[in-house]
T-cell receptor, first 112, second 112 residues
Framework: DVKVTQSSRYLVKRTGEKVFLECVQD?????MFWYRQDPGLGLRLIYF???????EKGDIPEGYSVSREKKERFSLILESASTNQTSMYLC???????????FGSGTQLSVL | DQQVKQNSPSLSVQEGRISILNCDYT??????FLWYKKYPAEGPTFLIS?????DKNEDGRFTVFLNKSAKHLSLHIVPSQPGDSAVYFC???????????FGTGTSLTVIP
């Protein structure tokens, strides 16, 4: 089975801190994604990557950056955390084409 | 603009009855549709998918129907069980792109 692992289930950070969320997948998938989930807003795409060192902005990239130095790892960076970035962050991967997304367990981030 | 819409934020159903969750989309390029189930504090798990070349796909208690002319899909769960209580997201993608577009979710409660 495909495994998508997010490094933390719960994280509490202070406003202004730089935050790193890590995601690793073990199935050699080409495409990786970062979403955030907020009540009433569904899953919104922050960034995605279709290859190493390649990235594309999603619908809400402001305040975030990403890094994909290795195929299996996709990191989400909050340059200067703000309270409106308190959310559930979900990493996902897919081999590409019409294949389903596999999600990690999520990271619930609270910014105080 | 939301390309995938779930207009019912919540749904309550008696155990044993049918649950019908609806989803509408606007982009005629979408040709692959998925349903995900999500429990609180967990990542979404894949339920069932359908390609635009079909109008129905079944997997056990779950059936997805696709009406391309109406740009509408629905998920039927029969019979509903208390363990089905979760948030359900529909998603869509186009063969020409790498992105998946999600609806805002429907919270299903199955009453014992």
């Amino acid at each position: 089975d495909v495994k998508v692992t997010q490094s933390s289930r719960y994280l509490v950070k202070r406003t202004g801190e730089k935050v790193f969320l890590e995601c690793v997948q073990d199935m050699d998938h080409e495409n990786m994604f970062w979403y955030r989930q907020d009540p009433g807003l569904g899953l919104r795409l922050i960034y995605f990557s279709y290859d190493v060192k390649m990235k594309e902005k999603g619908d809400i990239p402001e305040g975030y950056s990403v890094s994909r130095e290795k195929k299996e790892r996709f990191s989400l960076i909050l340059e200067s955390a703000s309270t409106n970035q308190t959310s559930m962050y979900l990493c996902a991967s897919t081999p590409g084409g019409h294949e389903k997304l596999f999600f990690g367990s999520g990271t619930q981030l609270s910014v105080l | 603009d939301q390309q995938v819409k779930q207009n019912s934020p919540s749904l309550s159903v008696q155990e044993g009855r049918i649950s019908i969750l609806n989803c509408d989309y606007t982009n005629s390029m979408f040709d692959y549709f998925l349903w995900y189930k999500k429990y609180p504090a967990e990542g979404p798990t894949f339920l069932i998918s359908i390609s635009s070349i079909k109008d129905k796909n079944e997997d056990g208690r779950f059936t997805v129907f696709l009406n391309k002319s109406a740009k509408h899909l629905s998920l039927h769960i029969v019979p509903s069980q208390p363990g089905d209580s979760a948030v359900y997201f529909c998603a869509a993608s186009a063969r020409t792109g790498n992105q998946f577009y999600f609806g805002t979710g429907t919270s299903l409660t199955v009453i014992p």
